[in-house]
């Protein structure tokens, strides 16, 4: 069974880079049939996807946040991490990562993180 | 990015209630579409995909239809544990991959 973990500090100041990393257990990110992705969700608000890696580093990103987002992938520790610059009080979210095959049929996500509450504030 | 609205918004339902849920694409996106169920303070959990394949483990009174740009989800005899926020999300035209606004089933 496939399970994803977030972490990473849950506040950081306006203007900072906010890092989260999820680790994969149960399955290897490295498998090549999958797609790692970050997705948002402001408190009372709805989902916003990020960005998304596969596991040759290859990204793609949600155009509202391409110039701010950068997602890298460890295949050495199971990890992708996300790191979002210049962040506002607007970026506060619980951040989930999500797994979904790389079929074109199948781009749903399958597996979800548990979400990690990031609030920005000085 | 292609736009996907839910409505309604929010609801009432009675447990054993038939409850259909509706979401619209701005363009046509044959039927790339997933729904997911969202409890407090837990992840989304997906339901069905493909427009109307459930997902494994998912009780059969969930059912999807639709293609193009409209879609519904029918929860066919409403039980307390479905009381949730639902999302549509389609996965045709990306990035980005985008999702509905929510639906919160709230009971009556």
């Known amino acids: 069974q496939v399970q994803l973990q977030e972490s990473g500090p849950g506040l950081v100041k306006p203007s900072q880079t906010l890092s989260l990393t999820c680790t994969v257990s149960g399955g290897s990110i490295s498998s090549g049939s999958y797609y790692w992705s970050w997705i948002r969700q402001p408190a009372g608000k709805g989902l916003e996807w990020i960005g998304r890696?596969?596991?040759?580093?290859?990204?793609n990103y949600n155009p509202s946040l391409k110039s701010r987002v950068t997602i890298s992938v460890d295949t050495s520790k199971n990890q992708f991490s996300l790191k979002l610059s210049s962040v506002t009080a607007a970026d506060t979210a619980v951040y989930y990562c999500?797994?979904?095959?790389?079929?074109?049929?199948?781009?749903?996500?399958?597996?979800w993180g548990q979400g990690t509450l990031v609030t920005v504030s000085s | 990015a292609i736009r996907m609205t839910q409505s309604p918004s929010s609801f009432s339902a009675s447990t054993g209630d038939r409850v259909t849920i509706t979401c619209r694409a701005s363009q046509g996106i044959s039927s790339y579409l997933a729904w997911y169920q969202q409890k407090p303070g837990k992840a989304p959990k997906l339901l069905i995909y493909?427009?109307?394949t459930l997902q494994s483990g998912v009780p059969s009174r969930f059912s999807g239809s639709g293609s193009g740009t409209d879609f519904t989800l029918t929860i066919s005899c409403l039980q307390s544990e479905d009381f949730a926020t639902y999302y549509c999300?389609?996965?045709?035209?990306?990035?980005?991959?985008?999702f509905g606004q929510g639906t919160k089933l709230e009971i009556k």
């Open positions: 890696i596969y596991t040759s580093g290859s990204t």
């Open positions: 999300q389609q996965y045709y035209s990306y990035p980005p991959y985008t």
């Open positions: 999500a797994r979904n095959r790389i079929a074109a049929a199948a781009l749903y996500f399958d597996y």
């Open positions: 493909a427009a109307s």
